[in-house]
Structure formats: C-alpha cells, structure tokens
C-alpha cells in the first residue's frame, strides 16, 4: 500500500534559516507529490505540487521542492524562513488507483524562532 | 472566486446524536472529498463523490455517510456519534475526477463530541 513518511515531526529553525522538510513514499510508481501547509484553526493550503516534467517545483511563499525518483523522496526547502512560516505542513500522494484520495504524511510541525 | 466554503464552522453534540455537515465546492468543481483530521491520527479519507455519485470511501463505518447534490455541494452525515468522532471535518474540491487533480480545501468544521 502507497505511504508518505514525513522524517521529525517538530522541526524548530531560527529566523532567516534553511528549512528543510522531509518528505519520502513508498511507490514502484511514481505518484503525483504535493505539500500543503495548515495555519492554527485553517483548512489546507496547497503550496506546491509535481505532476510530471522539472523535477524541481516551485510553490508560492518561497518554497520549493525537488522530486528525486531514485531517493523516493519530495524534500520541502526554503533559503530564509520567516516566522508567518510557523505551522504545519503535510507531504501526500495521488495515484490513479487510490480512488481519488490523498494519502497524507503525518505532518512536521515548523517553529521559527526570533 | 470564493474558496471552498464549509458549515457550521463549530459544532457541539453528545454521544449518540447526528452531525450534518455542509460544503460548497469552488465554482466549476464537480469532485468533493472528505477527510478527517483527529487527534492523534492524522488526516483521513472518508468519501469522494463527483457528478452526485459516491466514487470511493474510506475505512469508516456506515454510520459515516452523505451526499452530493445537484449543484455540486455536499453533506457528510454522521449518525450514533461517538466521542472519537472528534475532529476537524475537512472538505476539498477539484475540478474533475481523477489523481492528477488539485484538491483545494475549505476551512473545516470543528465537530466536539461530549
């Protein structure tokens, strides 16, 4: 069965830091990727997704991911963090034979600190 | 063009009572899923309907079901509610059936079981 593994589920960085996000599925076939990021109290937004074609996808906010087949893994990075940065971002997957659903990772919650 | 809109925004029942659940789609879209973020387990997929038909549904029991209407909205209906029935309640929408599609989220409906 297709999973998403999402590696730390805290992850704290000073403002202005690298974020990396790490994001890894478990698939013969390559899915279609997505991340979304969920503010306290919202619903999901999306900030990028891949489908097919360039391997590195940028989303809205500044960030961006890079699909790498041979490691089956969607990293999400950003250069500079910012602390409107701070909430929860989850990896999913889409596959023609999941029945339309999303499979979710279980989510890395991002803290910037001052 | 307005987001995908869900109500109530908090809803308060006791154990064995019904929840109904409202959602209208982005204008245009034809497929409502939703999914179930509780504490503790992340988000799941309960049911995607698209062109009024349920297309596909989660590992959830009976008492977990609804309904698109003509005008593309959807209600998920949830009867002999239990307390780990508790969660955030999240509709999404996307233009057409299929994986390669966006899935865009509303706000979610807070449901408390007491």
């Known amino acids: 069965a297709q999973s998403v593994t999402q590696l730390g589920s805290h992850v704290s960085v000073s403002e202005g830091a690298l974020v990396l996000l790490r994001c890894n599925y478990s698939s013969s076939v390559p899915p279609y990727l997505f991340w979304y990021v969920q503010y306290p109290n919202q619903g999901l937004q999306l900030l990028l997704k891949y489908t097919t074609g360039a391997t590195l996808v940028k989303g809205i906010n500044g960030f961006e991911a890079e699909f790498k087949k041979s490691e089956t893994s969607f990293h999400l990075t950003k250069p500079s963090a910012h602390m409107s940065d701070a909430a929860e971002y989850f990896c999913?997957?889409?596959?023609?034979?999941?029945?339309?659903?999303?499979?979710f990772g279980q989510g890395t919650e991002l803290s910037v600190k001052p | 063009e307005a987001g995908v809109t869900q109500s109530p925004t908090h809803l308060i029942k006791t154990r064995g009572q019904q929840a109904t659940l409202r959602c209208s789609p982005i204008s245009g879209h034809t497929s409502v899923y939703w999914y179930q973020q509780a504490l503790g387990l992340g988000l799941q997929f309960l049911l995607w309907y698209d062109e009024g038909e349920e297309r596909n549904r989660g590992n959830f029991p009976p008492r977990f079901s609804g309904r698109q209407f003509p005008n593309y909205s959807s209600e998920l209906n949830v009867n002999a509610l239990e307390l780990e029935d508790s969660a955030l309640y999240l509709c999404a929408s996307s233009p057409e059936e299929g994986y390669t599609d966006t899935q865009y989220f509303g706000p979610g409906t807070r449901l408390t079981v007491l």
């Open positions: 999913a997957v889409s596959r023609y034979n999941q029945g339309g659903k999303l499979i």
